[in-house]
């Protein structure tokens, strides 16, 4: 009985903990990402959602444009009070291959 309380009361603080970081983070992140990339020289072009994970906190996703009008997919994060951007992949570069 004592393992399935201990479980029960485990899995209730891994959801509230999903709750206080990961989403947190993707509400920060929602309102201040756009500035965020404004200022590297991207304009977004769409919001393409959010992901929360209790050991990773929330991303936000964009495309984006820079100022020779390529287009990325990329992801925003906050860690320790900085906002940085994840897996920035251009989408409309050409190979020379």
Avoid at 4 to 28: G, K, N
Avoid at 35 to 61: A, M, P, W
Avoid at 73 to 93: F, K, R, V
Wanted: hydrophobic share 35%; glycine share 8%.
């Amino acid at each position: 009985m004592k393992e399935i309380l201990l479980i029960l009361v485990a899995l209730a603080l891994c959801i509230l903990t999903h709750r206080l970081t990961a989403y947190r983070d993707v509400d920060y992140l929602k309102k201040e990402s756009p500035k965020f990339l404004n200022e590297r020289g991207f304009t977004i072009t769409s919001y393409d959602g959010y992901e929360g994970s209790v050991f990773h906190g929330g991303f936000t996703y964009y495309q984006v444009r820079d100022s020779e009008n390529y287009l990325y997919s990329l992801a925003t994060g906050e860690w320790i009070g900085e906002i940085m951007i994840y897996n920035q992949e251009c989408l409309n570069a050409v190979s020379n291959k």
